[in-house]
């Protein structure tokens, strides 16, 4: 899935004239909020392993690159440069945990240039790209189940977070049904940006047989990483 820098198959190391080098910088996203629940803290040795795309005038001339590695990549001179970079792929980032999904990260640069010779440093600021649906099953012999627009269904009987992709277009729809001993909950939600969603299942407190459902959103994830230091909001 990954794939070096050989789109137009410029050469990966070079110091002749007329090249030059992208350092990229990963940056968290300044967040108003900020909870244990949403916050990430990212190591070098994690975010090494981010994947680089780099396009020239809107082409691609570098692609899925980990991060560790384009430092050993040159460059032709010139204006137009961006940098796209990414945690994990979409389709890691459904597939992994049996279905359930991941988190995934991403940052699109400003346009920059690169200079002959020299290392062009370019800030990437990285922020969540999918949602979260974090299912808290506080109520025993309970099912949740999850159909999503996406064309996904998942069921669980015990807590646990479900990652899904946004489609820049449309909306992702996801029906959350919680059976109980014959009891059936069923409440449908509308996602169009980046965040995580809290299901929490409680026994009711007036007829512990029965349940209550709470649904809650929470802004995306703020990610920080060691080796930079990030300007977060309390």
Not at 124 to 149: F, R, Y
Not at 152 to 178: C, G, H, K, M
Request: charged share 25%.
């Amino acid at each position: 899935m990954l794939a070096g820098c050989n789109v137009k198959d410029w050469p990966e190391t070079g110091t002749e004239e007329g090249r030059g080098y992208i350092e990229v910088k990963l940056q968290g996203k300044e967040s108003g909020t900020r909870s244990e629940s949403t916050s990430s803290v990212i190591s070098k040795e994690e975010a090494d392993l981010f994947l680089v795309t780099v396009t020239h005038n809107g082409e691609v001339v570098c692609q899925r690159k980990e991060l560790m590695g384009l430092v050993h990549l040159s460059f032709p001179v010139g204006n137009g440069y961006k940098v796209f970079v990414e945690s994990i792929t979409e389709t890691q980032a459904i597939e992994a945990n049996d279905g359930w999904g991941a988190k995934r990260f991403t940052g699109n640069s400003k346009s920059f240039g690169v200079v002959s010779g020299k290392p062009t440093s370019v800030s990437v600021p990285c922020g969540q790209a999918n949602v979260a649906i974090n299912i808290d099953l506080e109520a025993s012999n309970s099912k949740v189940t999850l159909v999503a627009s996406d064309g996904r269904q998942l069921s669980t009987e015990i807590s646990r977070v479900a990652y899904f992709n946004l489609n820049s277009s449309d909306p992702l729809f996801v029906t959350i049904t919680v059976e109980k001993d014959g009891e059936v909950i069923q409440r449908e939600i509308t996602i169009e940006e980046p965040q995580q969603v809290n299901v929490n299942v409680k026994p009711d407190e007036v007829d512990m047989s029965q349940v209550t459902l709470n649904i809650t959103y929470e802004d995306a994830f703020d990610v920080e990483f060691e080796y930079i230091t990030v300007p977060i909001e309390d």
